[in-house]
């Protein structure tokens, strides 16, 4: 009787899973197939996935080859289950050939030969083209989009805009893209945007963009006027187009797993949250000379928020903020209480003054802690009375984060709504409406010499 493993994502599965199931069956009498989580998947840089766990799980039950199916949820998890499991045989594709060698000390390993032209990704890009993107702005984030955007299938940077050609054109030559300087030409060239120009022309670039058809990927904070918001959510429906607001860490794997956790009960019912996120900047920086929309809330409060409204919601009862400026008037720290039915939170945020960045939630049974930089999420840890039970959870986080973002924002163009709760519109535009309340407060601050919108 020898038992057979093999693992894989089966992602709209073709022929090419079937007969490296049906080979892999016939190597013994009993298979076992671990099929990937979406999570685990997003963790080894496997992005872009379109069938979900359970849709995958029933493709590889029609085959009738496997005996048995688990779920494979973490690196390092197959040795594990070849000494659960009692496996003489662990079977997988000939793309992998040497990489599971370590597995000889187990159980015999076997690489089957791989099936030639055909594959999920191939699959996926005939499903679902090429999404060119446009990107609007050349400053330090579209930097930092490119060589993320770059590991996403199914997107390629095409060309970007900025109202001032030289800084289009620097950039453009930078990333061999081309650059633009009539926005006309440049949506002709695109089918979906990103905007990253400064907070105060998200409002027109998207609203443009919407216009010409383009789904729009907009960096935080989307909008700074509650109504705004909800126009162009509305209008994208309309349209049927995706406007989403990107907060990387509402997408990361590891915050998406702290949420599920801090959700699931185990640390009691949620009476407390504090997320703090500072970051000093040179005081001729942008953030900190921009008399309009600089300063520390605009710059990080979306991060901070972000935890607060996805345990407690939209619905506070109270909010108030406490801030500390510099000579121009804006705001170096930042601190924000809310109250809720059952709960109360802070979110602090800094430009000018240091402190301890970490994401605090706090449970009638237990607390979850995460430390800086917490808004990338790789590691928290979840507390109890018992100072002895700690519990540790990691996920990985990769490069600048971005790519998840980019990853989900495909996913829902090509139709899977999947994505949607790990930032909602409802959540986008209370977003908005905070940080128009907050500037509103803070105007009679703001020492503003010249005349802007
Ligand atoms: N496969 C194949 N021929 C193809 C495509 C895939 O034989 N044309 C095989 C792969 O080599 C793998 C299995 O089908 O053995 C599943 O492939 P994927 O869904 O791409 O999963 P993969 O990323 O290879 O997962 O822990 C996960 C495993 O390490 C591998």
Same mark, same amino acid.
């Given at each position: ?9 089966? #992602? ?5 899973? *079937? ?21 685990? #998947? ?68 076997? *690489? ?81 945007? *990103? ?95 921009? /008399?309009? *929309? ?129 930032? /909602? ?29």
């Amino acid at each position: 009787m020898a038992r057979v493993i093999t693992y894989g994502t089966f #992602d709209l599965f073709h022929e090419g899973h *079937y007969r490296l199931l049906q080979r892999a069956k016939a190597l013994g009498n009993y298979l076992i197939v671990g099929v990937t989580t979406e999570a685990y #998947d997003k963790a080894r840089g496997k992005l872009n996935v379109v069938d979900s766990l359970v849709t995958r799980i029933e493709n590889i039950k029609k085959t009738g080859f496997a005996d048995e199916i688990i779920i494979e949820e973490t690196q390092g998890q197959k040795v594990n289950d070849i000494r659960k499991f009692h496996i003489d045989i662990f079977a997988i594709g000939s793309d992998w050939t040497g990489v599971f060698d370590y597995l000889k000390d187990y159980c015999q390993v076997v *690489y089957l030969e791989r099936t030639k032209n055909i594959s999920s990704t191939m699959l996926r890009e005939q499903n679902s083209p090429i999404q060119r993107i446009g990107i609007i702005g050349s400053g330090r984030i579209a930097e930092r989009f490119i060589p993320e955007a770059k590991l996403v299938s199914g997107v390629s940077t095409q060309g970007v805009y900025n109202p001032h050609i030289e800084s289009a054109v620097k950039f453009a030559q930078k990333w061999e893209i081309n650059a633009y300087e009539d926005l006309e030409a440049f949506y002709k060239a695109v089918d979906i945007v *990103y905007i990253a120009s400064p907070h105060e022309t998200h409002y027109a670039y998207i609203q443009s963009a919407l216009e010409h058809g383009r789904h729009v990927l907009c960096e935080k904070p989307m909008l700074l006027e509650k109504r705004q918001a909800e126009e162009l959510f509305h209008y994208a429906k309309k349209k049927n187009l995706i406007l989403f607001e990107g907060i990387k860490t509402a997408y990361c794997p590891g915050f998406h797993k702290l949420m599920g956790i801090a959700c699931s009960g185990i640390i009691g019912n949620i009476r407390n949250v504090e997320a703090c996120f500072t970051k000093l900047e040179k005081p001729d920086s942008r953030e900190l000379t921009d /008399t309009h *929309y600089g300063g520390s809330f605009t710059e990080l409060g979306s991060y901070v928020m972000l935890p607060i409204l996805k345990i407690f919601g939209k619905d506070y009862t109270a909010i108030q903020f406490d801030t500390i400026h510099n000579e121009n008037g804006l705001d170096i720290f930042t601190k924000v209480s809310l109250k809720y039915p059952a709960g109360v939170a802070t979110a602090t945020c800094g430009l000018g003054v240091k402190s301890e960045g970490r994401l605090l939630i706090a449970g009638t049974k237990g607390y979850i802690v995460a430390e800086a930089p917490w808004w990338k999420t790789s590691y928290f840890e979840v507390h109890y009375e018992d100072a002895n039970r700690i519990e540790k959870y990691s996920e990985t986080f990769l490069g600048d984060g971005l790519r998840y973002e980019i990853s989900d924002f495909l996913s829902m163009i090509n139709g899977s709504n999947n994505s949607e709760f790990k930032l /909602t519109r409802g959540e986008s535009v209370v977003l908005a409406g905070i940080m128009e309340q907050f500037l509103k407060g803070e105007k009679r601050n703001r020492k503003c010499t010249d005349k802007h919108p």
